[in-house]
């Protein structure tokens, strides 16, 4: 089952933080996060793996809540690049297939 | 990170044609590569996993005999749109896992937009 992602969209001004967040009804063995550009192909940013564990990415950073079947994707401080489309992929079980979430459009502005 | 390439990036062809995409892995092997389609400001939906060395696994309401996939090798994967029409216009990408470092990320390739006259 498809997560769902919130919020659909979110403009930002540069250097302000935002939120994305992917919940699914499901219990979870990792959450992929990626950023597609217009036009472009989706770029992976990083995996979660259950546990609970937290990661980083210079300035964008990720959690997952594996109780609460849910996966947050921090942006602090964002740039102009950070602008796309951010996907969550979910994924059941170890080696099976992800689902993609419908994504979040950032648009950071100047 | 891992690098998939594909091939043609764009591809423009008539009513009735078919087209072959070519999805490699680089420096990586995978027995198992996955074919999405996108529309406009839409999710990845996926169509099909290709596996290595057997038929593809379809995903409901996907037509196996028009999305002809092949997985000759652990390095390539080829998806064929059969007699393309023009709702088969879309950008179709590729992806596979790198199991390498053990944790399985998912790489994609650039993908590939197809457009059917």
């Known amino acids: 089952q498809q997560p769902v992602q919130s919020p659909q969209a979110v403009i930002l001004r540069e250097g302000e933080d935002a939120v994305i967040n992917c919940s699914s009804s499901k219990a979870l063995y990792s959450v992929h996060w990626y950023r597609q550009k217009h036009g472009e192909a989706p770029v992976f940013l990083m995996i979660l793996l259950k546990g609970g564990e937290q990661k980083g990415h210079e300035k964008i950073s990720a959690s997952f809540n594996e109780k609460k079947q849910q996966s947050s994707l921090y942006l602090t401080a964002s740039q102009l690049s950070y602008s796309g489309t951010y996907f969550c992929?979910?994924?059941?079980?170890?080696?099976?297939?992800?689902?993609f979430g419908e994504g979040t459009q950032l648009t950071v502005n100047p | 990170g891992a690098v998939v390439s594909q091939h043609p990036s764009r591809v423009i062809c008539k009513s009735g044609t078919s087209v072959k995409i070519e999805c490699r892995s680089l420096?990586?092997?995978?027995?198992?590569m996955f074919w999405y389609r996108q529309f406009p400001k839409k999710s990845l939906m996926l169509m099909a996993t290709s596996n290595e060395g057997s038929k593809a696994t379809y995903e409901q309401g996907v037509e196996k005999d028009k999305f002809l996939i092949n997985h000759a090798s652990l390095t390539l994967s080829t998806l064929t749109v059969t007699s393309a029409h023009p709702e088969d216009s879309s950008f179709y990408i590729c992806?596979?896992?790198?199991f390498g470092g053990g944790v399985g990320e998912q790489f994609f390739g650039p993908g590939t937009r197809l457009t059917v006259l």
């Open positions: 420096d990586f092997q995978a027995t198992t």
């Open positions: 992806s596979a896992r790198d």
């Open positions: 992929g979910t994924e059941i079980t170890s080696g099976s297939r992800l689902t």
